[in-house]
């Protein structure tokens, strides 16, 4: 069975200082891990995936994310955080022929503090 | 606009009235997807078609859920006697069918149902 954990509900950060959003997943496959964003009255838009080829993952708006599968886990980062970041972040995870169902954590709420 | 959109955007409804959701996914493509999500929660699986067969339920649709997609295009969701706990943002998404790679999933700005 394949599950997703996000440690942390609520990160705080100033601007300009680096964002980092915990993730760790289980799975019995070999996993596609995602990471998503959602703004205040959007949808969900994909920031970055990893789908086993490079284990650094470079998305948009300057994230990236780590694939650790000795520490399962897909952390999300980004260098200097952006007022504009404030958002909730979900990680994802989905399992190769598996049809594709994913899984959501219960995403961490990035609080940008001026 | 050619991405995947939701109507109605808002549904107010009292207790015990059946509602319906619209998602038109984008055009081509095969895999859609319903999700719910409550307030800080992450969007839970509900079902998914690819093309006009609904593959897979997952045991939060009860029976009086039920969703459709008959040319498999547009799909609807529809909620029958609706309860409180009904009351979330239902979620659309669809992707492209390309064996072997995980597909990225395009959402749906969702409908957010509120049952008095």
């Known amino acids: 069975a394949q599950s997703v954990t996000q440690l942390d509900s609520h990160v705080s950060v100033s601007e300009g200082t680096p964002v980092l959003l915990r993730c760790n997943y289980s799975?019995?496959?070999?996993?596609?891990l995602f990471w998503y964003v959602q703004h205040p009255n959007k949808g969900l838009q994909l920031l970055l995936k990893?789908?086993?080829?490079?284990?650094l993952v470079k998305g948009i708006n300057g994230f990236e994310a780590e694939f650790k599968k000795s520490e399962t886990s897909f952390h999300l980062t980004k260098p200097s955080a952006h007022m504009s970041d404030a958002a909730e972040y979900f990680c994802v995870v989905s399992e190769l022929n598996r049809d594709d169902k994913i899984i959501f954590g219960k995403g961490t709420r990035l609080h940008i503090l001026p | 606009d050619t991405g995947v959109s939701q109507d109605p955007r808002h549904k107010i409804t009292k207790r015990g009235q059946n509602v319906t959701f619209r998602c038109d996914p984008i055009?081509?493509?095969?895999?859609l997807y319903w999700y719910r999500q409550t307030l800080g929660q992450g969007p839970e699986f509900l079902t998914y078609?690819?093309?006009?067969?609904?593959?897979?339920k997952s045991r939060l649709l009860s029976d009086r859920f039920s969703a459709e997609r008959p040319k498999g295009s547009f799909s609807t969701l529809e909620i029958q006697r609706t309860e409180q706990g009904d009351s979330a943002m239902y979620l659309c998404a669809s992707s492209p069918l390309r064996a072997g790679l995980a597909n990225e999933q395009f959402f749906g700005p969702g409908t957010r149902l509120t049952v008095l």
């Open positions: 055009s081509e493509h095969n895999r």
């Open positions: 799975s019995s496959y070999s996993p596609s």
């Open positions: 078609f690819q093309n006009e067969a609904q593959l897979e």
């Open positions: 990893y789908t086993s080829a490079a284990t």
